[in-house]
Each structure stands twice: as structure tokens, then as C-alpha cells.
């Protein structure tokens, strides 16, 4: 469900921006302090168990919008293309591709030497299949499809070139291409039917690690694959990966995550609260490495169709009336910084940094807008009324609020808003409560290589009720124009400036209000190598290898 | 003889009756919980179509009707299988079966170390001076007093925090039993005390304690051979009772340590709306019961000689 | 819910831990206390100015001090005044689970005792399951069945205390129909079913009206665990139990945010079980004599 992914993902403090650069730069080596373990020659064999607080409901990416799916199917799934951990698009299961049709048709020169799990060849072919399934009513894609934009269809050339063609010029294709969403999987893995994939159970992929057994609720096992030989071209060794076996654990209480790094149990653990941060650092046989996620940052998105909210003095308010600097630095202890724009600063093509420091914290202004729209009663509790209604704004939320959403509940307090966060154990009653637009606002983040990922947030024909993310209820012709404008432009430039503008409108009419930036980390044992995070902050595994304990 | 067979026919039929009533109750309370089943099948993958809904539906057996279900339910139960869990996909005996030796492991100690302690301080405490024995019964209050999860957090704050002794989650090895068998055994280490205690004061103007005493045995003697198995009665029917509900307690405990097995399995299970898991949680504590109630009775029996004859009494 | 959850039925019918013993000024003591928990109950604003919801972030995780004297939480929220507001809602839910639960399990014990032998079996076979079945989970059936909340809650607490109370009362209302003392009633004329009842009622309730207070006590404890297990009253409600799971991730930085309304609500259970020990011992006093 949308409004819990990256959210719950957590955040060290500052101090591991350095190491996490360092991650991103030394690619690879895992940049040790002290007498350098990385001296250390790297060794194949040996095992590693990660553990991650999110288990996939649905295991099939193609089908999944998760970004857990993506996470633990990374491992199974190869791509067309490589996006590095700054953001740049490599080869990888495509060894060359050309745009044609002025940038209508995308064509792939595949590479000849991959073999699927199942010993069946990728080529063109098999390409083709995964996009028909990608796109198949029956797969009922979250968010695959959606990637995809105005996909048309996919043509085999020959046995190893292949055309993606498109209605229009669609430009973020090959940063999509590259993620696990549209990862290639074995065309007679596919036929296993929807049941099957989502069940995690017949993944057939051509990555290095082999899915192996699964147990719902526990973890799930990888093996090698010995076979494997094509790796994307940054990566700092080839053939097969270096470790033997990889087990991801699933473990959703942050103590018991924590503790069981601490305790040896597993090498590696992802999502670490700020609060925890202090007693991983103080251990000399651990560390930590970071990376702020590209994409939208988590944002508050205010539905202009409901009552309160369709008065932009409301919203307005709302955006000035919750001090996030503050807020984030108290609760986050200096992990995740406050946003000022939807796109986070690592978002190839999109940041826009004009917007920092622009509406700041202003509760007086923000009394005055909610005054001139006529909440100008208080009640018992404080809270701001109109003619006997108190101004409440509902917020569902899939699980439990966090405390960062706590924080900004008690912020709007103040201000006389009364935040009803209502939440919910069942995501397909909070689903149905967003498709049939029964909110105020939603606070979501969406993880992404590149500034496109907005029009799923903002085109009017991204309906919540069809898989898309238009919380806010948009249907502004200038936004759509601006968007399909960036997803057309040829140069990195232009499609910057787009979002640039499409933010600044965005933030002024206050239908989305940026809350922060949200920071991917993973602890682990110093005995593990090798370790970096992916562009969206995940750790990739093919490289790792382990000391003997 | 043939008393004794009607005796222990008697029981048995009263066992499967609990047995039956408790499988019949779990079905049919669940019944109503409100919600589609399909949603807790389905979990955070919300946007499942139409015809899936009802392969899934069928695939559970949730379109027969209502006699059908709890018909089949019950075939299934007498045949050992609990169904397949909603959220887990696994039949839901592989479930417990997975989760049951933690836990087991957590009862056996707690058990263990409650009925010794009880034991240690009863004979501690009967004596002749009163003194010991009021401190005694004040702590024993408060203790009684203190529910198990916020004594497991205190526990956890001081020696796992604070002292840094003992590991805040399950390490895989002994020293993380520790806590949680403190936190469960001590409320029903006081308990069973007083329950003792009481049992040991009355025994020991009876008779048969003179009569010891009068023979020339040591008065630690007297209290710890024969008094105290006079005392043991009742407290035996509190443990058999303590053991049952010591599911209630792994559920707590299981959670404030981040532990797994039952106890964890069943409140994920009930914030899941994972119907069979739960049946299964319920089924296996009335078997428990069942049980350990036999086994109190037998026990009864070995204590007392009295009750050799006769048809014993009511455990638990 | 701990163990001693369906404790009352069971430990009660020998002398209750509050009962004979305990000297006047610790009993005293207790009263005074209860009284004053009551007070947070009823007036919270007369011992804190705060709003028990402001956040203050930048504060959060403050040591106890002259200003907030139970410290600051993980949003900066004045623990002592959580705490005294929490009051309520555990003394409410313990309160209305008691009462329940003795209702439901006079209306059941009684219908065992003077229906026949037959209603008699099935009442008491269908206590026996629900006997069987550790009081938390029972609890967490009907959570299951009903929304999470005040009332569920309630509800749930009942539920695992009421079957253990049945049998007392029905066992009393036996004693009491087979004491003869009904009979020569009946044969002095009295006839009516309902003044049958009205004599047996009262013998019958008096064990009941002993275990009251202890039912109470652990039935304040039950809703709290239920909360803490988060499934009773929800964050941000200033519940005692509800601010024991919120702490629990943060006992590193701020014990004093799980030791405080943890150490209220053992003092409220203790209060009531002596407080309540001592009255039970004279109510049966009377009874007896």
C-alpha cells in the first residue's frame, strides 16, 4: 500500500553522510576506518543474512508496486538497463540501444550470453514477453505498467534486437527499464500464473542469486547462480557473485532487527530507527552506511475535492503552520533533513533547489489564512470551528502512524487543525478508502531514479482509484501539459526545468506540502565487504563478500 | 475395577466434550468477526480482481454454507489438520509445530523455577518468627500485584539497558531466557507461596505432625518432608491451573522480549485477522488443559495416599 | 492480561492476599491513596494545568525535574500529566469489566443452580470450555469480533474474568438450596420463583461481593495489557497501558516514560486489592456470622 512505503524507512544521523559518499563513490569497497580491512583480499563462498523489517505481500514486480518486492526480488531479476548509485544508465542485459521515431521507439541490441535459471535463453523474444505480461489485463500491474507510460507495444526485430514502441516520445523509459519493476524473468516462469508469482514461489530470473526457499512470515533463501556473467559494466568484479548463499529474514519489530545485528545472528540489517542509531555507532564491530533515496520525499498531499482543503487559504495554512525544520531535526536527530521541494535532492533530472528556504514556517500567517476562511471558533480542546464544526482533516494510514506523523499532529494542534490520523491493520480497506476519495490528506514518498516519478502524484488521469497516486485530486491542464512536456524533452536540461516549474506551481497552490527526506541505511557487521547501496539506497548483494567469522 | 474404568471413561468423555466445545467455540465466534476473510488472505497485495477473490474463496472453502464449513472444520480437527493459515501459507499445525518448542522451552523453566522458589521461601518463611513472614507476604503482594509486561520492561530497562548483563531481544542462546522466565515465574512464584504458606500452617498443627515431632525428627524435617506434601495439594491444583494460563503469559512476555512462539504467534495472528491461526492457538490450549488436568489428578494421587480411593478431586 | 487475570475465582476461596493481617495504617494508606486516584479520575485538571496531547519535540526525552516531575516523552509530552489523565480510562475499563462480568456470571451461575439438572450440565460444561481456555485469549476472541476500543476492551477484559465467577456464585447457590434453608421457606409458604430468588440472591452474591475488589484489580491490570498488547485503547490516547508500548522502543533514552504509569498502576492495583481485602473481610464477617 502506498502510504506505507519508504515512510517507515529509517535514517541515521548526519555523520554518515561522509560514509555514505564514501559508499557511493569508492563503489564497492566498503570504506573502512582504522587499520583498513579492505587490505583484505576478497574471498568467494561463505553466506550472508540480512535482515529487513518489510516482507512483500505479493513477490511478483511486474504485478507488485511495493518497493520491498523490488528490494528482495533485485537479487533474481536483471534488467535491460543499469542505473548506478548516482544515477547514470548503463548496459546490462542490453549490451546498446538507439532511440528512434524521434524518440517514439526505443531498440535493444540484447546480450547473447544470458541464460535464465531455467537454462532457457533471454532474447528477444523473451523481452517481448515480459512486456506483454507487464501489460496483460490479467496481471493487474500496480505500477509496472504505469512505468511503462504510453507504451504501445514491443516488436521482435530478431533473435536478439527488440523494439519498445511508444505513442509519444517517452523519455524515462530507460531509467524505468532499469528498475526490478521491469526486471526480465523467464517467459515460462511467467505462464505459472498471477498466483504463483505473487506467492514468491516461481521466480525465474537470470540475476546472480537463485530464489531458493521461502517461508511466509521467516525468510527467504538465495543460492548462487554459477552461471551468471554479465554483470552491469560498473560493477567491480565479473562472473558469479561472490557469496554462496544470501538469506534476507524478515524482522518488522525494530528492537528485535537491532538486536539480532548486535547479537550475531544475522551480518546485515536495513531500516534502522534514529533512536538505535547511537548504540550501532558505539560498536566498534558494526557500521553504518546511508544514502538519501531519490524520488518524491515523503509529502503531505491534501485532497482538493474534500471540504476543508478545497479552500487553498486551508492548505495554505497547513503548509506554514508545521515548523518541519524543527520537527525533523528533533525527531530524526539529524538523519533525514526537511524537505523543500516534492523531488529529493538525489533525483536525476529533477531536484529543484530554488524552492529551499521559500514558504517557511509562518504559524501567524497561518492563523491569519484560517481566520479569512472562517474558522475563527475554538473548542473545548482548542481546536479551530465554523459554524460548530471543528476543523478536522482525515488521515488514513496502513498500519501504524509513525512519530514523525505523531509530531506533525501535535504541530497542527497548535495551529487549531485537528489531524484524525485513522488507521489500519487492513490495506484493502484503506485502498478502497482512497480510490473512493474519503480522505483529507495523504503522506506518502515514492522511491525513484528520476523526476517522472511526479506524474503518477500529479496528472489528473492518475486516479487513486486505477493504481494511481493523484491524491490530491489534480486536474490542472497546465501541470499535465508541463509533465507529458518533461517526459518528451530530449535533454536533461529541459526536463529539469519542467519540474522546476512544475514543482514551484505545486508548492504555491499548496496541494502537496513537503514534510522530509527520507535516507536509506544499513548496519553491518565489519566483517562484511563490499556492501554498497543501490540508487534507491538498497543494498546490492553481488559484490558482498564476508570474512570467515 | 470396573469403577475405576467408568472412572476414567467418565473423564475422557468430559475431555473431548471440552475438546469439542472448544474447537465449536473458536469456529463459531470467528464467524463473527466482521470483514471479508479475503482481505486478511489477500494481506498489503489490496488490488486483487474479482475472479481471484473467489478462487481464493473457494480454495478456503469459504463459499460453502455456514454447517458445511463448521462439518468439514471438525472432520478436519478429529483428522489432526487445522487448516491452512491466511496470512503465513503454510497448513497451520506446521505453524504451531514451528513455534511451540520456544516456547515450551519458556514454560519448562518458568514452571520449574516458580515451584522451586515457591518452595525454597514457603519453608523459609513457616518458621516460628513472625518477621520473615510479614516482609514475605508484603512483597508477595506487591508482586502479585505488578503485571508481567510492565515488570518485563523494568527487567529489560535495568539489565538489559541500564547494566547492559543480558540481551534486549532473543540472541539464540540461554541468557535471553533469563529475563523472561523471571518476569513470568515471579508473579506465580508469589502465588503459589501464599497458597503454600497457608497449606503448611494448617498442616502443621494437624496430628500427624505432632506425632513426627514426637518420634524426634528435626523440625526442618517435620516442614520440609511431611507438612509441606499436606501443603502441596492445593498448590497443585493452583500450578496445573498456573501452567494452563501460561499461555495468557507467554503472550505478553513473548511480545515484551521480542521472542518467538505461540504467544507471538497468536497476537500477530489476532492483528492479522488470521482466523485458522487462531482456531489452532485455541484448540491447542484446551489440549493443553486437557492435558495437564489429567495429570494434576494423577499427581493428586501420588501425593496424598488418602486419595488413593475414592474419586479424587476435581483438578484445576 | 497477566496470569492472575482468572486468579479471583480459584485464589479467593481461601483468604485473599489483601485479606486478615495487614494493620490499620497500611490499609489507611491504601484508602488514601485510591482516594486520590479516584480525584485523577474524576477532576485531572486539578493536578495538571498541561493538555496530556502537546507535543514539544524539541523537548522530548527531558529527565524527571522541578518541571515536568515525571520527565518528558518521545514527543516532548509531560508524562506526569499522561499519567494522571490515563487514570481514567483504566479505573473506567476496570470498573465496567467488573461489573459485567459479576452480572453475567450471577444471571449464569444462578440459571446453573436453580434451572434443573439439566440447564445445570450445560451451563457449567460451556463455563468448563471457556475454563479451558486462558482468560487472554478469550480476550483477544472478542477483539477480534468487535472494533478496537473503550467497549471491546471492556467487553474483552469481562469475558476472560466472568466464567471463573460463575462457578463461585453457582456453587454458593448450591450450598445455599441444599442447606434446607430454602426448603423450610418454601414450606412456610413462600411459593413465588422470584422470592425464591430473593432469598438465595443475596448468600449467593456474598463470595462474589468478596471477590469484587481483586476482580477489580485485575481487571485493571487485563485492560491495560490489552492496550499495551495494542489491541485495547490506541495511541495518542493517554491510556497507562498505551504509554508502556510507546516507551518500549525508547527505554534507552527515557525509562522514565515506562516507569511511571507503570508504577501508578501497580499502586492503584495494590491499593484496591487491600483496600478492597480489608472491606471483603468484614463483608464476610457479617455474612458468616
Redesign the interface.
Same mark, same amino acid.
Given at each position: 500500500?502506498d502510504s506505507?512505503r519508504t515512510m517507515q524507512r529509517a535514517t541515521p544521523p548526519s555523520t554518515f553522510v561522509a560514509l555514505a559518499l564514501l559508499a557511493v563513490t569508492a563503489c564497492g569497497s566498503s570504506g573502512g576506518t582504522g587499520s583498513s580491512p579492505d587490505a583484505v583480499r576478497p574471498r568467494d563462498g561463505g553466506s550472508l543474512t540480512y535482515a529487513e523489517s518489510q516482507e512483500?505481500?505479493?513477490w511478483d514486480p511486474h504485478s507488485?508496486s511495493?518497493d520491498s518486492t523490488a528490494f528482495v526480488q533485485r537479487p533474481v531479476f536483471d534488467s535491460l538497463v543499469h542505473q548506478t548509485p548516482d544515477g547514470a544508465l548503463e548496459p546490462w542485459l542490453a549490451s546498446s540501444w538507439r532511440t528512434g521515431k524521434g524518440g517514439r521507439a526505443y531498440t535493444f541490441t540484447l546480450r547473447r550470453d544470458v541464460i535464465f535459471h531455467d537454462g532457457s535463453r533471454m532474447d528477444a523474444a523473451a523481452v517481448k514477453a515480459n512486456f506483454d505480461h507487464i501489460t496483460a489485463k490479467?496481471t !493487474?500491474s %500496480?505500477y509496472a505498467a504505469g512505468l511503462l507510460g504510453p507504451y504501445e507495444g514491443t516488436t521482435v526485430e530478431g533473435t536478439y534486437r527488440v523494439t519498445v514502441r511508444f505513442s509519444r516520445p517517452f523519455e524515462p523509459f530507460l531509467q524505468a527499464a532499469s528498475t526490478t519493476y521491469l526486471g526480465i524473468a523467464s517467459p515460462a516462469s511467467l505462464k505459472a500464473g498471477?498466483?504463483a508469482l505473487?506467492?514468491g514461489t516461481g521466480s525465474v530470473g537470470s540475476g546472480p542469486f537463485k530464489a531458493g526457499r521461502y =517461508? !511466509?512470515?521467516q525468510q527467504r533463501a538465495y543460492a548462487r547462480n554459477p552461471r551468471y556473467a554479465w554483470p552491469p559494466q560498473s560493477a567491480n568484479h565479473s562472473g558469479p557473485a561472490r557469496l554462496n548463499s544470501l538469506t534476507i529474514r524478515f524482522l518488522t #519489530? #525494530?528492537? +528485535?532487527r537491532v538486536?539480532?545485528l +548486535?547479537?550475531d %545472528?544475522v551480518d546485515a540489517v536495513a531500516a534502522i530507527?534514529p533512536?538505535q542509531v547511537?548504540?550501532l555507532t558505539r560498536n566498534a564491530q558494526l557500521k553504518t552506511v546511508s544514502k538519501a533515496i531519490p524520488g518524491a520525499v515523503n509529502a503531505f498531499y491534501l485532497n482538493t475535492r474534500s471540504s476543508p482543503f478545497s479552500d487553498p487559504r486551508v492548505r495554505k495554512a497547513f503548509q506554514r503552520a508545521i515548523d518541519f525544520s524543527?520537527?525533523a531535526k /528533533?525527531?530524526f536527530q539529524g538523519a533525514n533533513s526537511r524537505a523543500w521541494s516534492l523531488l529529493s535532492p538525489s533525483t536525476p533530472n529533477g531536484y529543484a533547489p530554488a524552492e529551499a528556504g521559500r514558504r517557511p514556517y509562518d504559524p501567524r500567517l497561518a492563523a491569519r489564512l484560517l481566520d479569512a476562511a472562517g474558522w475563527t471558533g475554538r473548542d473545548a480542546?482548542?481546536y479551530r470551528t465554523k459554524d460548530g464544526d471543528r476543523l478536522t482533516v482525515v488521515a488514513p494510514v496502513?498500519g501504524?502512524?509513525s512519530?514523525f506523523t505523531? /509530531?506533525v %499532529?501535535?504541530?497542527l494542534?497548535r495551529a487549531g487543525i485537528h489531524l484524525d490520523v485513522v488507521?489500519s491493520? #487492513?490495506?484493502?480497506? =484503506?485502498?478502497t478508502r482512497l480510490s473512493q476519495g474519503r480522505y483529507d490528506v495523504v503522506q506518502t514518498s515514492w522511491a525513484r531514479g528520476d523526476g517522472d516519478v511526479l506524474s503518477q502524484f500529479l496528472l489528473s488521469t492518475a486516479d487513486p482509484a486505477y493504481?494511481g497516486r493523484n491524491f490530491s485530486a489534480l486536474s490542472d491542464p497546465l501541470l499535465d501539459r508541463w509533465l507529458k512536456a518533461a517526459q518528451t524533452a530530449r535533454s536533461a536540461k529541459q526536463r529539469t526545468l519542467y519540474y522546476a516549474k512544475i514543482q514551484e506551481r505545486v508548492l504555491d497552490e499548496a496541494v502537496a506540502v513537503p514534510a522530509y527526506i527520507p535516507t536509506g541505511s544499513v548496519a553491518h557487521s565489519t566483517r562484511v565487504h563490499g556492501l554498497r547501496l543501490s540508487i534507491s539506497a538498497w543494498p546490492e548483494f553481488y559484490e558482498v563478500w564476508v570474512e570467515d567469522r | 475395577m470396573a469403577a475405576a474404568v467408568r472412572l476414567v471413561a467418565r473423564r475422557v468423555a468430559a475431555a473431548v466434550l471440552v475438546l469439542w466445545g472448544a474447537a465449536s467455540c473458536a469456529f463459531f465466534i470467528l464467524q463473527l468477526v466482521p470483514g471479508d476473510p479475503v482481505n486478511a488472505i489477500v494481506g498489503s497485495d489490496a488490488m486483487v480482481g474479482a475472479e481471484q477473490r473467489d478462487a481464493i474463496r473457494r480454495q478456503y472453502g469459504l463459499d460453502q454454507p455456514l454447517f458445511d464449513q463448521y462439518v468439514g472444520y471438525l472432520r478436519h480437527v478429529v483428522h489432526g489438520e487445522l487448516g491452512d493459515s491466511y496470512q503465513l501459507q503454510q497448513p497451520v499445525s506446521a505453524v504451531l509445530s514451528h513455534q511451540l518448542p520456544p516456547t515450551a522451552e519458556l514454560t519448562f523453566w518458568t514452571a520449574l523455577s516458580a515451584i522451586l522458589g515457591a518452595v525454597l521461601v514457603t519453608i523459609l518463611t513457616s518458621g516460628r518468627s513472625q518477621r520473615p513472614r510479614r516482609i514475605s507476604t508484603v512483597v508477595e503482594l506487591v508482586i502479585i500485584s505488578t503485571p508481567s509486561f510492565w515488570l518485563g520492561i523494568m527487567l529489560l530497562t535495568v539489565f538489559s539497558f541500564r547494566l547492559g548483563w543480558l540481551p534486549v531481544s532473543d540472541s539464540g542462546d540461554g541468557r535471553s531466557l533469563i529475563l523472561p522466565v523471571v518476569t513470568l515465574a515471579l508473579p506465580m512464584a508469589a502465588l503459589l507461596t501464599q497458597v503454600m504458606r497457608e497449606g503448611l500452617l494448617t498442616a502443621m498443627e494437624e496430628p500427624f505432625v505432632l506425632s513426627a515431632r514426637a518420634r524426634g525428627l528435626a523440625e526442618h524435617t517435620v516442614r520440609s518432608r511431611h507438612a509441606l506434601r499436606h501443603a502441596a495439594l492445593p498448590a497443585l491444583t493452583l500450578a496445573g491451573w498456573f501452567t494452563g494460563t501460561l499461555l495468557g503469559g507467554a503472550v505478553v512476555v513473548e511480545n515484551v522480549f521480542a521472542r518467538p512462539g505461540i504467544g507471538r504467534i497468536t497476537l500477530q495472528a489476532v492483528r492479522d485477522r488470521d482466523l485458522p491461526v487462531v482456531q489452532g492457538v485455541v484448540l491447542l490450549s484446551a489440549v493443553v488443559f486437557v492435558v495437564i488436568s489429567a495429570v494434576v489428578e494423577t499427581l493428586y494421587v501420588a501425593v496424598d495416599p488418602r486419595l488413593r480411593r475414592g474419586t479424587g478431586v476435581r483438578a484445576a | 492480561m497477566s496470569a492472575g487475570t482468572r486468579g479471583p475465582g480459584r485464589r479467593c476461596s481461601r483468604p485473599g492476599p489483601g485479606g486478615q493481617g495487614r494493620s490499620r495504617p497500611a490499609v489507611l494508606l491504601a484508602a488514601a491513596f485510591l482516594t486520590l486516584v479516584v480525584l485523577f479520575a474524576l477532576f485531572p485538571a486539578l493536578f495538571t494545568s498541561g493538555d496530556p496531547a502537546d507535543t514539544d519535540p524539541v523537548h522530548a526525552f527531558a529527565p524527571p525535574s522541578a518541571q515536568h516531575f515525571f520527565g518528558t516523552d518521545q514527543l516532548g509530552r509531560d508524562v506526569l500529566t499522561r499519567s494522571v489523565h490515563g487514570t481514567r480510562y483504566s479505573l473506567a475499563i476496570g470498573a465496567a469489566a467488573t461489573a459485567i462480568a459479576m452480572v453475567t456470571a450471577t444471571v449464569w451461575g444462578l440459571a446453573a443452580a436453580l434451572l434443573g439438572r439439566f440447564a445445570d450440565a450445560v451451563l457449567m460444561r460451556v463455563a468448563d470450555v471457556f475454563l479451558a481456555l486462558p482468560g487472554l485469549l478469550l480476550a483477544l476472541m472478542v477483539i477480534l469480533v468487535m472494533d478496537k476500543g473503550a467497549l471491546s476492551t471492556t467487553a474483552a477484559v469481562a469475558a476472560g474474568t466472568a466464567p471463573g465467577l460463575a462457578r463461585v456464585v453457582r456453587a454458593q447457590a448450591l450450598v445455599v438450596r441444599l442447606s434446607g434453608y430454602v426448603e423450610s421457606a418454601i414450606a412456610l409458604g413462600v411459593r413465588t420463583p422470584l422470592t425464591v430468588l430473593r432469598h438465595i440472591l443475596p448468600n449467593a452474591l456474598s463470595p462474589l461481593l468478596v471477590l469484587a475488589p481483586v476482580s477489580l484489580g485485575t481487571s485493571i491490570s487485563a485492560g491495560a495489557a490489552l492496550s499495551y498488547l495494542g489491541l485495547g485503547l490506541q495511541p495518542p490516547t493517554p491510556e497507562w497501558g498505551t504509554m508502556l508500548t510507546e516507551s518500549q522502543a525508547y527505554l534507552q533514552q527515557g525509562w522514565w516514560t515506562a516507569l511511571f504509569p507503570g508504577l501508578l498502576l501497580v499502586a492503584t492495583v495494590l491499593a484496591v486489592t487491600a483496600v478492597g481485602g480489608h472491606v471483603g473481610g468484614h463483608a464476610r464477617g457479617r455474612v458468616l456470622s
Open positions: 500500500m506505507c512483500p505481500g505479493c507488485s511495493e490479467t !493487474r %500496480q498471477q498466483a505473487c506467492a =517461508v !511466509r512470515g #519489530d #525494530d528492537t +528485535t538486536g539480532a +548486535t547479537s %545472528q530507527p533512536h547511537g548504540i524543527t520537527l /528533533a525527531i480542546e482548542g496502513y501504524t502512524a512519530l505523531q /509530531a %499532529q501535535g504541530a494542534k488507521e491493520a #487492513d490495506a484493502a480497506e =484503506v485502498s493504481g | - | -
